[in-house]
């Protein structure tokens, strides 16, 4: 690969590396994020404001490259993303960063698509195959040092630092990009399929919508709640018919027929879910429990982060060599069961390096779902669909961390607020909750009854998530064991103790 081409690919890496960095940087900085902007109802939106229209606009964006170059398509969406980096960097109020995140998630739809896609035209499968290899140690660095430098950041600089960062990193991207990159101003025929994006997007905002509001705003009988469920399965219903008759579907619906395909796409979406227990909450907990700094808090969730990256590394070496993919998946619904049911050990005075320890195990039942998921959902498409097949395990994911973010973020705000006014009373309550006092400063500046309420709210608040996600790794448990385990392409069976090396996920993904 010859030096200009090499600057080109680091061009292409490092736009493509700014979306997940994004998401992980964040959960050691939402804390001081609501008590400077409060809204600490409304900080879940942080998220799901990012990973709805990133899901959605993922397929648009690839559609986009089809019709005019891949290069231009890739570009666009750096800007974008900038563009709301930018902006939620001088957000002034919670509204202003919600909004401003949604604007960089139809940027970041764009980064990951973008990149394969100008990989796959820039160099020969040979070497396109080494470079996925390199790919697939992104998404683990992201999930390791994310939180460490939101950590950093928020306390060295400001939490605004943590959109400010991708502004210089973009630059210097785009740039490697425009001067060493040149193809072939060549269109492919595609069509987009607008009106399936439209509808999943519209799918997806009702359900997070219904998960953060039901039990919490408004009442499961309320006219708001009955009008969201009932805009959900209608759109739900219309997205269905639509990818039907659509020439370029999101997602083939002809996939869903094969059962295990459908069943890793379920999993997929727990594992999504679960996964921002620890991106997102569990930091919440690490500074307004135990008082540790958004640096410290970054740190102590390490062993969940190692935990995921280590084993779906590891189960990947076994199902390429063993052929079996099915036990893994059942014993990833396991240890994240048993990784969930830990976190009801946390209290507010639990020892600060067993709480970080005790991340470790739901971690690594994330991990094991999500190469296993991989491998399966691969494994079950017909060559013609691998495109939309690869696309459908980002999809789910992206759904469940955005429906998870949503409905975690209700049962936390709820389980706080509801302990805070039991013990406080409903006024000083409400002043604390509205007025921003949720950080780490501003609680020990409270009196010691104050702060002993906030640390038992925020406690109980992690427990009510814990809850939710020992059902989420129980239901991936259960659907686990309806996976049928067929060869894996390449000639292995199951069974078989043959030597020969199974494909592994970056060839097939080639």
Do not use: C
Request: aromatic share 6%; charged share 10%.
């Amino acid at each position: 690969m010859s030096r200009r081409l090499y600057m080109g690919v680091i061009g292409v890496i490092l736009g493509m590396i700014m979306a997940p960095l994004d998401g992980m940087m964040l959960g050691p900085a939402l804390p001081v994020i609501v008590g400077d902007l409060g809204g600490a109802q409304d900080f879940s939106w942080v998220m799901t404001a990012y990973l709805v229209p990133m899901a959605a606009a993922t397929p648009i964006w690839g559609k986009l490259g089809d019709l005019f170059g891949r290069r231009p398509a890739y570009l666009s969406a750096i800007a974008v993303f900038l563009l709301g980096s930018a902006l939620a960097g001088v957000s002034q109020e919670m509204w202003q960063l919600i909004a401003f995140r949604v604007v960089q998630g139809l940027g970041g739809g764009g980064l990951m698509v973008g990149a394969l896609a100008l990989i796959a035209e820039l160099v020969p499968p040979r070497q396109s195959a080494r470079l996925m290899g390199l790919f697939g140690v992104i998404m683990p660095v992201a999930l390791i040092a994310g939180p460490l430098l939101g950590g950093v950041f928020t306390e060295q600089l400001s939490w605004r630092w943590a959109f400010y960062i991708n502004l210089p990193v973009g630059a210097v991207a785009a740039l490697l990009i425009v001067t060493t990159i040149r193809l072939e101003a060549r269109r492919i025929s595609a069509r987009i399929d607008t009106m399936g994006a439209l509808l999943l997007t519209v799918v997806l905002v009702a359900l997070s919508l219904l998960a953060s509001w039901v039990g919490t705003r408004y009442t499961w009988t309320s006219a708001p709640i009955l009008g969201l469920a009932a805009t959900a399965l209608l759109a739900l219903a219309t997205f269905v018919r639509v990818e039907q008759q659509a020439v370029e579907p999101i997602v083939p619906l002809r996939l869903f027929a094969d059962r295990s395909f459908t069943l890793a796409q379920i999993l997929r979406l727990t594992a999504g879910a679960a996964m921002m227990v620890f991106a997102a909450f569990l930091p919440l907990y690490m500074q307004l429990a135990k008082g540790a700094s958004p640096t410290a808090s970054g740190l102590l969730i390490l062993p969940a982060m190692l935990g995921m990256v280590a084993v779906s590394v590891a189960s990947g070496q076994i199902i390429s060599r063993t052929g079996r993919y099915r036990g893994l998946a059942i014993l990833g619904g396991a240890v994240l069961t048993v990784g969930m049911l830990t976190l009801f050990v946390l209290e507010p005075d639990t020892n600060l390096a067993l709480a970080s320890a005790l991340t470790l195990l739901g971690g690594a039942g994330v991990g094991f779902i999500m190469q296993s998921t991989t491998i399966i959902t691969i494994n079950s498409a017909p060559p013609r669909d691998m495109g939309a097949a690869s696309g459908s395990v980002t999809l789910w994911h992206t759904m469940g961390a955005s429906l998870g973010a949503a409905m975690l973020g209700a049962l936390y705000t709820s389980r706080l607020a509801t302990t805070i006014e039991d013990r406080l009373g409903g006024e000083p309550a409400g002043r604390i909750l509205a007025d921003g006092e949720l950080t780490v400063d501003a609680v020990h500046r409270l009196p010691d009854m104050a702060q002993d309420a906030i640390r038992a709210g925020v406690t109980d608040g992690v427990h009510g998530m814990a809850a939710a996600g020992l059902a989420l790794g129980t239901i991936a448990f259960v659907l686990a064991w309806f996976i049928r385990e067929t060869a894996l392409r390449g000639g292995t069976t199951p069974q078989s103790t043959r030597s020969e090396p199974i494909p592994t996920l970056e060839e097939h993904h080639v």
